[in-house]
């Protein structure tokens, strides 16, 4: 038995927060009975599970590495922006990415259906990191870069990357590289305005184990079986990374309240 938004979301119907909705929404049933209750436990073996009256399929899971264009958006709703599954009418079945990229950013990106790995790379435990190349207006003196560095507040907290390293500047602009493990709505662009550099381009050059390479925008290539192990492997393995470092903070913190 197992949770019905794992079961949807396995099948293809979106990631487990959508399959959620569409479990409250009462669009689903297990053996001809609505469910409205996303703790909910079924069988896909030997149960009939529909969404909208139609049986969930097991469907193969696929995943592709995409470039995603400027002015192109990550949601799968309906209205008048150029999506990125609108890059994949050849493909049969339904796909949603893993993460955002706003609207005005390009780069890298994965295109799955399948919501068990979604869930795995694109939640915050797991760490993965983002790398990203950014251009931004005037020249980023070194003060500027080590202030980066330190950790800019903005209203959700601190964003301290984990890596930034200055590129070139050139007469009016200059393009850095930071890498991040963190995932608020666009981060990069509001720190950077913070300290007087507004971007101008961004570019996300790797996510994880996956890197740009010469892929261009608008397409893409399917991510080979090896490729997902390393990945997921490399995400437990900083999701157990962070629970030994959270672990040992928590000690630390007790022992000094004692002393």
């Known amino acids: 038995m197992e949770r019905l938004q794992k079961i949807l979301a396995a099948a293809g119907l979106g990631s487990r927060r959508e399959c959620e909705e569409l479990i409250l929404q009462g669009r689903v049933s ?3 009975v609505i469910v409205k209750e996303t703790g909910t436990k079924a069988d896909p073996e030997t149960q009939r599970i529909c969404c909208d009256g139609e ?3 097991q469907e193969k899971k696929r995943c592709f590495l995409f470039y995603k ?24 079945y339904r796909l949603f990415t893993i993460g955002r990229l706003d609207k005005d950013s390009e780069g890298l990106i994965l295109v799955t259906n399948d919501g068990n790995l979604t869930q795995t ?5 797991y760490e993965v990191e983002k790398v990203y190349r950014i ?3 005037g020249r980023v003196s070194v003060e500027t870069v080590e202030k980066l560095r330190e950790g800019i507040w903005i209203s959700e907290g601190k964003v ?12 009016g602009s200059s393009i850095l590289e930071m890498t991040l493990a963190e995932g ?6 509001r720190v950077f305005a913070k300290v007087g550099h507004p971007v101008s381009r961004l570019v996300r050059i790797r996510l994880g184990i996956f890197e740009i390479g010469d892929l261009k925008p608008g397409r893409y290539r399917s991510v080979t079986d090896e490729e ?29 309240k004692e002393r």
């Not at 990550?74 to 050849?90: M, R």
């Not at 790379?121 to 435990?125: I, S, Y």
């Open 30 to 32: 297990v053996d001809d």
């Open 69 to 92: 264009p400027k002015n192109c958006v990550c949601t799968n709703a309906e209205g008048q922006d150029l999506k990125v599954v609108d890059f994949f009418k050849s493909v049969s």
């Open 55 to 57: 049986p969930i399929k």
């Open 121 to 125: 790379l694109a939640h915050p435990r």
């Open 135 to 137: 251009t931004v207006r």
């Open 160 to 171: 301290m990357p984990k890596n930034l390293r200055f590129v070139k500047a050139s007469q």
């Open 184 to 189: 608020k709505n666009r981060v990069i662009r």
């Open 228 to 256: 997902l192990q390393k990945a997921l492997e490399l995400g437990k393995k900083n999701k157990k990374t962070a629970g030994s470092n959270k672990k040992t903070d928590s000690v630390k913190t007790k022992a000094k």
